[in-house]
Each structure stands twice: as structure tokens, then as C-alpha cells.
């Protein structure tokens, strides 16, 4: 028994949908590689910022931005995005100038030290931020929707398929390394 052609109406209801399900799709990837980005990024990046922050002189500034009130550690965990904002605008200049490597590259690094001192700086007024009513409303919300994307993610045949690489890469590096 064959299902039945879709009602005309119905088959344009679906069509004005379409557009706001590929936005959907489009958004929900991006999403995953944020995360994707973060979990494999920002962990190794703080982990390398607190050796760094085990040196005398640090040591003292890290203890003093724990100390923050709630209010002065948000100020001080957005500082980074906000100091970073002419390094882009530079970027965006030069990749209109016709120098796209640079411009890429100059955004690849303003991305790449954002990141590892907004993961520091989070490690280290997180417990301040938590006070914060609506930030732990939205921490919250945030951790849950990372949680149900990963999961989405994890089942996805691409993932699958790279950790069985990534395996046999392991193995293949130790046996080589035995030999």
C-alpha cells in the first residue's frame, strides 16, 4: 500500500517551511562546531594558561580576580571580547585590502588568544558569575543545550566514523613507536 500524494495545501505549508528548516540545520551545525571547537579547544588552551598562571607575579593576579565581586568579574571575563575588537576590525581591513592570508591569519590568532584567556578568566570568576541569578539561569540553559547537541553529534556517522580513525591512528603511532 503506497502512502498518498500530499494534499496541495499541505505540500505549500511545507514549502514556506523549508526555508526556516535549512536555516535551522545551517544553525544547529555551526552550533555543533562552537562546541566541537570548545571541547577540544578550551580545555587545552585554560589547562596551558594555568601552567602559565602558576608563576609567581600571576599567581598574586589570579588570586585577586577570584576575590572579585560578581558584577567586577563579569566586567573583567568580557574585557577580552571587547580588547579584541579592533584586532578583528583590523583583520576585516585587511582582508578588504586584497591581503586575505593576513587578515585570516590575524583573526585565527585574535581567536585563538580570546579564547584561551576567556577560558581562564571564566575558570577563575565562574564561582563570582555563579551568584549571578540570571548568568546561572543562562550557564545552565547553555551546559544543557551543549549536552543534548553533543549527544546529537556523538550519534552522528561523521563522529563515529572519526573516532574509529582516530583509534587505529593510535594504535598504528604506538606499534610504530614499538618497533
Not at 599567581?59 to 563579569?74: D, K, T, V
Not at 579592533?86 to 591581503?99: S, T
Not at 544543557?144 to 582516530?166: I, Y
Amino acid at each position: 500500500m503506497t502512502n498518498p500524494p500530499p494534499k496541495p495545501r499541505s505540500f505549500w505549508l511545507w514549502l514556506a517551511r523549508l526555508p526556516l528548516r535549512l536555516l535551522k540545520g545551517l544553525f544547529g551545525w555551526l552550533l555543533a562546531l562552537l562546541i566541537l571547537f570548545e571541547e577540544w579547544g578550551w580545555e587545552p588552551l585554560q589547562r596551558a594558561l594555568a601552567w602559565v598562571g602558576r608563576l609567581p607575579g600571576l599567581r598574586w593576579l589570579e588570586e585577586r580576580i577570584r576575590a572579585l565581586p560578581p558584577y567586577a568579574a563579569l566586567a573583567l571575563f568580557l574585557l577580552p571580547t571587547v580588547m579584541l575588537l579592533p584586532v578583528k576590525l583590523l583583520a576585516l581591513w585587511l582582508i578588504g585590502q586584497g591581503q586575505v592570508l593576513s587578515g585570516t591569519l590575524v583573526i585565527l590568532g585574535a581567536k585563538l588568544v580570546g579564547t584561551t584567556a576567556v577560558a581562564r578568566l571564566f575558570t577563575l570568576t565562574r564561582p563570582a558569575l555563579m551568584q549571578l541569578a540570571w548568568f546561572a539561569r543562562l550557564y545552565t540553559r547553555w551546559i544543557d543545550c551543549k549536552e543534548a547537541l553533543l549527544t546529537q553529534v556523538r550519534a552522528s556517522w561523521p563522529w563515529r566514523l572519526g573516532r574509529v580513525l582516530k583509534r587505529r591512528w593510535k594504535r598504528r603511532l604506538r606499534r610504530f613507536g614499538h618497533s
